[in-house]
């Protein structure tokens, strides 16, 4: 069925399941309903964004607030697989496409706001009237038993200055009033001190801070964490030991034992274990709640390599089922996978789990690598055609007839030169080698036959075996 055309003033299903929505009192089935219109009906996901993002607005001011908040992660809008919330791929960067609003539209929809807002203020969940400065963020409960589940909270509520959030199961995200987002997931222990404050006392907890709550900080028994505008995860045990890692801006890291704050950068990480730092080796989507689907084992669950310390703060990057048309290959370049003919990538390695290496780890002459399976697997190296081929590859893997094309970034153009689409822009083809890996445990690999800058470093793919 096609909805009813939407737009300010417009009396349809559409505007009755928004307003339930943003009142707080939607059922699950109301979630469904308007989930549906917005993946089919573009108009309406302009409207549904619009509206959220006024509603926050003038909730905050009502509230004494004066910052903006952003588009909560649970908009039940329909993500498509190159997209991920933590961290978008150079291709999205690139496209940039986004709707404009007339100034017309924006006011009208203002003051249809308006008129609803103080009675969303005073009935928000059928909760009694709180003092505004008290509730100051909002918080969506979601069932990560299967995908079509996570896209639809089954429910919400108000959260109060100083409240502690228990989750035992499922995962939540929560908006505070300064704009910040947080998705937690279970088993989780979060504290809302204030909303430029929260102390993570247990569970794993992915934050994004928009710009004009900068400086927001997360504590842990062990550190604080600074924002100074970023993408970062925290992920904390049972014992206290932290992991964090940053995704996308930058933020500062402080123990009792540093004189002075510590900065992370995109790509960076530290684990925090007995107040000291240590290195972080890898992060795959299952450290940290940035994906709506991180509840599976992945097939990668460790890494190691014998060249670096606390001295480097890169970490490796596993990709379960991400190997893909434009995949990154590399953390410390902006390089790109794509099938070298129309035809794609080879039909067994797409969806496939992979590991994001170092390009910079081509120079050195006595790399060891090593990726432990959760289960036995077919294990890939994806070597460049231009590089002699060591004796490791050639001894222990069996060459493919089929090749991989790289899109690759310069200094001169950076990711504009990246073009979209297998058969495009293929700047270099790797090669691809094969060992069959009958028994779950580790996996480890040499170094490039030569150490030079004219060619780029491997990378690891794993499929896992059929039963």
């Avoid at 809008?77 to 986004?98: T, W, Y």
């Avoid at 505070?176 to 809302?192: A, D, E, F, K, M």
């Avoid at 450290?287 to 460790?302: E, G, H, K, Q, Y």
Wanted: overall charge negative; glycine content about 8%.
């Amino acid at each position: 069925m096609t909805p009813k055309p939407v737009g300010p003033g417009t009396d349809s299903p559409f505007s009755d399941l928004l307003h339930a929505v943003l009142d707080g009192r939607a059922t699950v089935g109301e979630w469904s309903q308007l989930s549906a219109i917005l993946e089919s009906n573009p108009a309406a996901c302009d409207e549904y964004a619009t509206h959220v993002a006024l509603h926050a607005r003038l909730r905050q001011v009502v509230s004494g607030h004066g910052s903006l908040m952003p588009l909560p992660l649970s908009c039940p809008i329909s993500l498509d697989a190159s997209q991920e919330l933590s961290c978008p791929s150079p291709a999205s960067r690139r496209s940039g496409g986004k709707r404009l609003l007339s100034l017309a539209r924006l006011t009208g929809l203002t003051a249809a706001l308006m008129v609803a807002v103080t009675a969303v203020w005073m009935t928000f969940n059928d909760q009694p009237p709180a003092a505004p400065s008290q509730l100051i963020a909002n918080i969506w409960y979601f069932d990560s038993a299967n995908d079509q589940s996570i896209a639809t909270p089954i429910r919400t509520s108000r959260v109060s200055q100083g409240e502690e959030i228990l989750l035992e199961q499922g995962f939540a995200e929560i908006m505070l009033n300064s704009g910040v987002t947080i998705r937690l997931s279970s088993p989780c222990r979060l504290t809302v001190d204030n909303q430029m404050l929260c102390t993570l006392g247990l569970g794993r907890a992915y934050v994004s801070v928009p710009p004009n709550a900068h400086g927001f900080q997360l504590r842990t028994l062990e550190a604080q964490i600074t924002d100074y505008g970023t993408e970062f995860g925290v992920a904390v045990d049972a014992d206290g030991k932290a992991k964090v890692a940053v995704v996308k801006g930058e933020i500062g890291v402080r123990t009792d034992d540093l004189a002075t704050e510590m900065k992370l950068t995109t790509g960076q990480g530290v684990t925090i274990e007995s107040k000291s730092l240590k290195r972080l080796y890898f992060v795959d989507e299952a450290s940290f709640p940035t994906s709506r689907d991180n509840a599976r084992l992945p097939l990668i669950v460790d890494v190691f390599d014998n060249v670096r310390d606390i001295e480097s703060l890169r970490y490796y990057r596993v990709r379960p089922g991400a190997f893909e048309e434009e995949a990154p290959i590399y953390v410390d370049r902006g390089h790109e996978y794509n099938g070298v003919t129309s035809e794609g990538l080879p039909a067994y390695l797409r969806g496939a789990a992979y590991l994001m290496t170092f390009n910079g780890d081509k120079q050195l002459r006595d790399l060891e690598l090593t990726v432990t399976l959760s289960a036995p697997a077919d294990v890939y190296v994806l070597f460049d055609t231009r590089a002699p081929v060591p004796q490791w590859l050639q001894s222990e893997f069996q060459k493919m007839p089929e090749e991989v094309g790289v899109d690759e970034v310069s200094v001169s153009e950076g990711y504009e030169r990246l073009d979209e689409g297998p058969g495009k822009s293929i700047d270099n083809r790797f090669s691809v080698w094969k060992k069959t890996v009958d028994h779950a445990g580790p996996v480890t690999v040499g170094a490039m036959a030569a150490a030079t800058s004219y060619f780029s470093m491997y990378t690891i793919v794993a499929v896992p075996l059929e039963k």
